[in-house]
């Protein structure tokens, strides 16, 4: 009975309930650093995906906006992806209800307000502190972009000759929903990442459909706010982690992650192939290039925001819920049983 009282009160110098803010006391907590920020390793990967996103969005701009075939690509894209989904009713119907001058905008307030509730309701101080300076680094980098890149007049084009670049709705729906990501309880975080998914992706295709925006502007607009919500997770520690005692692995974001990055690969490179294989038409304007354009332009939307999504979602888990084989930030040790 002794032994029984000695490993109970041994347990609990370390354990008292997974629902605290604290589980571990002093002496613990400095013998184990997870407790109170990730991994390095999980930083500096942060930080060198984020920066490598960013690195990709100015190719995709330099590929769109400097090349003949790029813009070729781009303007045969726009000027006839509402006769290519002519093809497809249901989903034109669907996608103009996109279109409806402010829904979009309605959505992502309603999003960030959601995200704000969460993350005050969790107390997560220092993560309230991050999606503030990204929602604000974010909005700044649109604005500047969209104002001050420059687009060279390469070839006659059938829609407008203005600069898109980036798409500012498709950086604002894709922000919030990785605001909402990252602020979220485990169990939520792949849910998000799925409806995530299925929104920016409508967005992103209206646009197009609309005539606002040419197939590389979205693609910038996933990729840069996909760049910045890395460099931002960089700075995690604290209460911008899970408490400790809550944190475990997750069977839900180890498969939704890994799908979401294996298909979005694969998407692009099937993607890349199609461009590469239209691409001598492109030369020329010939009209047998437009189905290739069409359905590559939708697959490498989709594809790069489903890699983006996987790799927030893995980036956000191993920030947020780093274990050790202490058992200080697992799950708690089962009880003794009683003989």
């Known amino acids: 009975m002794t032994n029984k009282r000695k490993q109970g009160e041994a347990q609990q110098t370390w354990y008292r309930d997974p629902n605290e803010q604290t589980v571990a006391d002093d002496s613990h907590v400095d013998q184990d650093p997870l407790t109170s920020r990730p991994r390095i390793s999980a930083l500096v990967l942060c930080l060198v995906t984020g920066l490598a996103c960013l690195c990709l969005a100015a190719l995709v701009w330099w590929a769109a906006v400097w090349t003949v075939p790029g813009q070729t690509y781009d303007d045969m894209a726009l000027a006839n992806f509402r006769g290519f989904l002519d093809q497809a009713p249901l989903i034109k119907a669907y996608l103009g209800l ?196 069409h359905c590559s332009a939708v697959i490498m939307m989709a594809s790069a925001l489903s890699l983006t999504l996987g790799l927030v979602l893995t980036m956000r888990q191993i920030t947020a819920s780093p274990l050790t084989r202490m058992g200080l930030v697992g799950r708690p040790p089962a009880p003794p049983q009683n003989n």
């Open 98 to 293: 996109f279109t409806i001058p402010y829904a979009t905008v309605v959505i992502c307030v309603v999003l960030g307000l959601v995200a704000l509730v969460v993350v005050l309701v969790r107390r997560r101080w220092w993560l309230l502190g991050q999606v503030a300076v990204y929602a604000l680094v974010v909005y700044g980098a649109a604005r500047i972009l969209k104002r001050f890149l420059p687009r060279p007049v390469l070839i006659h084009v059938q829609a407008s000759a203005a600069n898109s670049a980036p798409s500012g709705h498709t950086i604002l729906a894709l922000a919030v929903v990785l605001s909402l990501l990252c602020v979220v309880p485990r169990v939520w975080r792949a849910f998000v990442a799925l409806v995530g998914f299925a929104f920016d992706l409508s967005v992103g295709c209206s646009l197009v459909q609309g005539g606002w925006h040419r197939p590389s502007d979205v693609v910038m607009g996933i990729l840069i706010p996909t760049g910045l919500c890395l460099i931002a997770l960089a700075a995690t520690r604290g209460t911008g982690m899970d408490a400790p005692g809550t944190r475990m692995s997750s069977a839900s974001i180890q498969i939704v992650s890994t799908l979401m990055s294996v298909a979005g690969f694969l998407g692009i490179l099937y993607a890349c192939y199609v461009i590469w294989q239209v691409s001598p038409g492109l030369e020329i304007g010939a009209r047998w290039t437009a189905y290739g354009v």
